[in-house]
């Protein structure tokens, strides 16, 4: 990968992950796009509005049309998810967009003049950024240590995203009742009311057509059973399932008779075209209440498959790491593991109790030379460490697959690099979406 110029410094853009690449390019194409046209304005138009006036309004729509590019990736579009590596890396960007919007939105309000007489813009403004910004805390809340401020339950969490595009309609009714240099631009107004009412449409189709034409299937529960002390294993059956999945993706569920008929993501641990199984470790409120069980004969309604998370993507040489549950992806990975792709396997759990798969990993692993599973429970031999992993050829030679906790992720990440994997080789799984 060549290197670029920045402010007189070289970047080797080999040096950060496939994922970042992306995320970086895709918002770097929005912002280029969006100067572009502005620049274009300027120039063509000038002397319409004081210099303040149009760095405000500069600010001001950008952070309009990234709302409304996040109300487009709300949609789940698949031509989206496999452009940004997985709906994982898709929500990653959403949330990197949500805190630009933030800051941008802030710094608008500190540069935008202040009309001397009553307008209608003193109310919406104040009105909007507040909401805005209280909506953009509290959706960020998981990730940031004010988490503890707001600790918010996943389906309250999840309800409040649904109404993100009343704020792309709050920003487009504040910004048509001001006199705006934008308005008096015509192709300048085309671009940034055109992108607001795509976001808008996108919205709308989300609240109101998703669930009617999105990829949705209709399952049954098979069986549903307690593993070790806190994991359930549901089997979903269904005679028309058609969507097909790679190993290591994860789907949507919501069932008909469990805890609660609210959507969670879980990654599918295995199963044919017709079956699906999930491994549900209780973490939250609702896994807590799945230890109970489901019906039997129960319906369950499944949203996807998504993620690209799967081993087709690496070398031949391939070290997977997983931590505790994040075990899931690699049983279907390791079911579906080719003949030609060299696999070790490291599992780490508290102790052997929690390696409620090791059974089936090591039926796995007997029919399948290419495919070496360890078990490492760290109350007997501590952490695990990847220098100590007996590696079949050179480190800079392998492709990495992580999935755990965030802190274990990190820690292996760390490892690897100071072995010499390439960054551009380990590719992992978000352990939690929002």
Known sequence: MPTVLSNGLEVDLSSLAPHVRTRAGFLGLILLLHATIWVLAIILWPALAPARQVAAEVISTFALVLLSVNL?????????????????????????????????????????????????????????????????????????????????????????????????????????????????????????????????????????????????????????????????????????????????????????????????????????????????????DFTNKLLSGVPEGSKARIEGPYGAFTFSRGRLHQLWLAGGIGITPFLSMAEDLDEKTRVLLAWSVRDMRDAVYHDELSLIARDKSNLRVIVHPTSELGHLHVAKLQLETEPADYSAFLCGPLPMRRAFERQLLELGVPRSEIYFEEFRLR
């Not at 990653?92 to 802030?106: D, N």
């Not at 401020?149 to 389906?155: D, E, G, N, R, T």
């Not at 055109?194 to 669930?211: D, M, P």
């Open 72 to 284: 487009i990736l709300i949609t789940r579009a698949r031509f989206l998810e496999r452009l940004l590596h997985g709906l994982d890396k898709l929500f990653a960007t959403h949330r990197a967009i949500g805190l630009a919007i933030g800051l941008l939105v802030i710094a608008h309000a500190i540069i935008v003049p202040r009309p001397e007489e009553f307008a209608v813009t003193r109310l919406l403004g104040p009105a909007t950024l507040l909401f805005l910004l209280g909506a953009i805390f509290v959706a960020s809340a998981p990730r940031f240590p004010w988490r503890r401020l707001v600790p918010i339950k996943y389906h309250l969490w999840k309800f409040g995203h649904r109404f993100i595009g009343f704020f792309v309609a709050m920003a487009v009714a504040h910004s048509m009742v001001a006199v705006t240099y934008t308005r008096q631009v015509p192709y300048l107004a085309a671009y940034v009311y055109g992108i607001a009412a795509l976001g808008l449409a996108a919205w709308l189709y989300r609240e109101l057509l998703f669930w009617a034409t999105g990829p949705f299937t209709t399952y049954e529960v098979d069986r549903a059973r307690l593993l070790g002390d806190d994991v359930t294993e549901v089997i979903l059956k269904s005679s028309d399932a058609s969507q097909l999945r790679s190993p290591g993706q994860f789907a949507f569920v919501s069932f008909e008779k469990g805890p609660s008929r609210e959507q969670h993501p879980f990654t599918i641990s295995s199963g044919s075209e017709k079956s699906v199984r999930f491994s549900m470790k209780a973490s939250g």
